[in-house]
């Protein structure tokens, strides 16, 4: 056996527990919102102002707790009120409440960061910023989930 072979095989023997999955898997999210957020800064910044790096990092944390809290919302009143129950007219109103929930956080979310940050990190663009927030923070979540699958396809 190499010596390459060995220590591949004693990185492979090393047990990660949950903690420290939910570390890695949220210090990657937040390298990821922070990628995103500083191309936007970078090459559009009429969309998106941020006066320095230090305050797109604490953006990049602040919006993945705030993404994290909606998803947990959102599954929670999702259970409380439609666990067990099935059909159209179920899946529907289940459909328009998520909707509902995530449109509404991003709001919220755009309010914190503004209040946060104040005129260091502004979002311009249509109706004061919002659709270029919403279209900066579904390319943040679409860059996660390129991120995970490619994470998956590497597993064995």
Same mark, same amino acid.
């Given at each position: ?27 990657? *999210? ?6 995103? /957020?500083?191309? #936007? ?5 009429? #969309?998106? #102002? ?8 604490? *953006? ?14 959102? =599954?929670?009143? *999702?259970?409380?009120?439609? =666990? ?30 503004? /209040? ?11 109706? =004061?910023?919002?659709?270029? #927030? ?17 994470? =998956?396809?590497?597993?064995?």
């Amino acid at each position: 056996m190499t010596r390459e072979q060995e220590e591949e095989l004693t990185l492979t023997d090393k047990v990660i527990n949950r903690k420290q999955q939910l570390y890695i898997r949220y210090v990657v *999210a937040i390298l990821i919102d922070l990628t995103v /957020l500083s191309l #936007f800064n970078e090459f559009l910044p009429q #969309f998106l #102002f941020i006066e320095t790096f230090s305050l797109s990092l604490f *953006a990049a944390i602040i919006l993945q707790v705030l993404l994290q809290l909606t998803l947990k919302a959102e =599954h929670k009143v *999702a259970h409380y009120f439609f =666990h067990g129950k099935s059909g159209l007219k179920v899946n529907i109103l289940r459909g328009v409440t998520a909707w509902s929930i995530i449109f509404v956080s991003k709001l919220v979310m755009l309010k914190a960061i503004s /209040l946060a940050f104040g005129s260091n990190v502004v979002f311009g663009g249509p109706i =004061h910023g919002v659709i270029s #927030f919403i279209i900066v923070i579904t390319t943040m979540i679409l860059a996660e989930q390129l991120m995970l699958k490619i994470h =998956h396809s590497l597993g064995n």
